[in-house]
């Protein structure tokens, strides 16, 4: 049965994007790309924003931009890059909050990195921000599976995605001074689907979850398991890619389990804007909420087996 562009099973939780809403979601990417552009080409006028830096193998630590890192992904034989930014304030002598912000479908760590008002934020408020590609622009971070994609794509590229991000979080906390009790995840459309699945899979990490326009392909068996982690969530009621409906669903299944849930719904709103609407509200949450213990037997991390480059 074909749905329409904004029909979702709540029941199951899948998003459902037929082809002219499909072309509508890359339109809205290539539009996301340019606005960004043009977005830190003024910060850059105005100072609002600190600096992206170019890619770079090298990697090395500068408070105050956004830089790229490397490591060697032993188990894809790939060498992966992740963007990474520091509050000015970062000399390695304390410990930092973490935020670990998970990108949308066709995007990259440098868009999700760079929206409007997320450095700054990280920066006014002392957070170190990483954002890991997930192997690639549409890997969903193990939230469809282990599975494959498309084209080239490798047959586990699930697992593959999945395993970059946990890959990436050890590498930060191993180089970096991070607080273990105030680690948060941050996503938006596939990375808000990304967010949740990671936070139902390894609930002993998470400090708190912003899921933004969460595109969310699993059912609500799961979330039960994160029920200590505080969800912020966000959802424009005129979003065309994912339905209002199913968010306001999770919504209410995460209030039925008492869970310390902050939901925004948008009036008006669609899918791409909402992303950085609420950056203030999100902080604010964030800054009031620790690691709390789990209810339930955590799943075990993948084993790395990868290098940091310098």
Not at 112 to 119: C, K
Not at 162 to 169: F, G, I, K, W
Not at 179 to 195: A, E, N, P, T
Request: aromatic fraction near 10%.
């Amino acid at each position: 049965m074909i749905h329409s562009h904004d029909e979702v099973s709540s029941r199951r939780g899948l998003l459902s994007i037929p082809g002219s809403a499909f072309w509508q979601f890359r339109l809205l990417q290539c539009g996301i790309a340019a606005l960004l552009i043009v977005m830190t080409a003024a910060g850059h006028v105005c100072g609002d924003e600190p600096e992206a830096e170019p890619a770079s193998a090298q990697g090395q630590l500068e408070p105050g931009k956004v830089i790229t890192r490397t490591y060697q992904f032993q188990a894809a034989a790939k060498e992966m890059q992740y963007a990474l930014y520091l509050p000015k304030t970062y000399d390695g002598t304390k410990s930092f909050p973490l935020i670990v912000a998970l990108h949308g479908l066709g995007s990259n760590p440098w868009q999700v990195i760079n929206y409007p008002g997320l450095t700054a934020q990280a920066e006014q408020h002392g957070y170190i921000v990483v954002a890991p590609m997930g192997y690639n622009e549409r890997g969903w971070y193990g939230s469809r599976g282990t599975g494959g994609g498309r084209g080239d794509d490798p047959q586990n590229l699930g697992e593959l995605s999945e395993q970059d991000v946990m890959n990436v979080l050890r590498i930060v906390r191993e180089d970096l001074q991070i607080d273990g009790d105030r680690i948060f995840l941050y996503g938006h459309s596939m990375g808000g689907g990304g967010s949740l699945h990671l936070a139902m899979k390894y609930p002993e990490i998470w400090a708190g979850m912003t899921l933004i326009a969460p595109a969310i392909w699993t059912g609500q068996e799961r979330l039960k398991n994160a029920r200590q982690i505080p969800a912020f969530i966000v959802q424009g009621d005129k979003d065309r890619l994912v339905s209002v409906k199913m968010v306001r669903d999770w919504v209410r299944r995460m209030q039925e389990l008492k869970m310390d849930v902050d939901y925004r719904e948008i009036a008006g709103g669609g899918h791409l804007l909402v992303a950085w609407q609420e950056f203030d509200a999100i902080f604010e949450f964030y800054n009031k909420r620790k690691r709390d213990k789990p209810t339930v037997a955590p799943a075990a991390p993948p084993v790395a087996d990868d290098k940091a480059s310098p």
